[in-house]
């Protein structure tokens, strides 16, 4: 009897054990950990100096104007356009700005040119040739982009300047006038950069430019006569790029 009795009050610990464990269990709650905000949003860094180099080609009409001082070239007040085409490439250095995918900054570059073209005269083809060339051109743009991961989209301007060698010669009598002048005038465009790496690019990029007149003809024609032309330019180009970007990542 007395070992039954010992058994029951063993049983009935062990399931008032059993329950008032269940019960704190029952008390326990996860605990979130606290809220630090939103994930952080990575975006790839175009911000800092860039060095690079461009290579491609371009086209450009050349204007002159007779200023009506000799009517041996051409009719006074009349105008010839010259159109050339030829290789285009230098190089380029800029900084860029960047708030989250917005890039901004400022470039400037430096290219030599080779758009050279001779013609016949359309007032005298037997004898007379008219030439131009542009040797190089200059920019100092704005540039602003946004940046979508890898790829910068981007449009620019702002000013350009640019040398012009012009002629004109009558190979019958010897006579001709040339000239030599630096054009000052504005440039836009855009283009798109991918980068292959953290601090490489490549990309493409499409300009317009309008060089303002300049009166780089003007002198004797060799024949007692002076002949004044005043001249401009305007060309388009597409190049390839490369950079070097000092702080991307």
């Not at 190979?171 to 855009?190: D, F, K, M, R």
């Not at 004797?220 to 790029?241: F, K, Q």
């Amino acid at each position: 009897m007395p070992l039954r009795v010992g058994r029951s009050l063993l049983v009935v610990g062990c399931v008032s054990l059993g329950a008032a464990s269940l019960a704190a269990a029952a008390d326990i709650r996860p605990v979130s950990p606290p809220y630090s905000g939103p994930p952080a949003v990575f975006f790839p860094s175009w911000a800092g100096f860039y060095l690079g180099g461009q290579v491609g080609y371009g086209w450009d009409s050349v204007r002159f104007r007779n200023l009506g001082a000799s009517p041996l070239f051409s009719p006074p007040n009349s105008v010839v356009i010259d159109r050339g085409a030829g290789v285009i490439g230098g190089g380029q250095l800029g900084y860029n700005f960047q708030i989250n995918r917005l890039v901004f900054g400022i470039e400037g570059s430096m290219s030599a040119a080779d758009f050279d073209r001779s013609f016949a005269s359309p007032f005298f083809p037997a004898t007379d040739v008219w030439s131009s060339k542009l040797t190089w051109l200059a920019t100092v743009t704005g540039r602003i982009g946004y940046g979508f991961d890898s790829w910068l989209p981007y449009i620019k301007g702002g000013f350009a300047a640019g040398n012009v060698d012009t002629s004109i010669q009558n190979n019958a009598i010897g006579a001709a006038v040339q000239g030599s002048a630096v054009h000052y005038g504005w440039t836009v465009g855009g283009g798109v950069e991918f980068k292959v790496a953290p601090q490489y690019t490549l990309g493409l990029e499409f300009m317009h430019t309008e060089l303002g007149r300049s009166n780089d003809i003007s002198g004797p024609t060799g024949v007692g006569t002076t002949e004044s032309y005043g001249v401009g330019l305007r060309s388009n180009s597409i190049m390839a790029r490369f950079n070097y970007l000092f702080g991307g990542r």
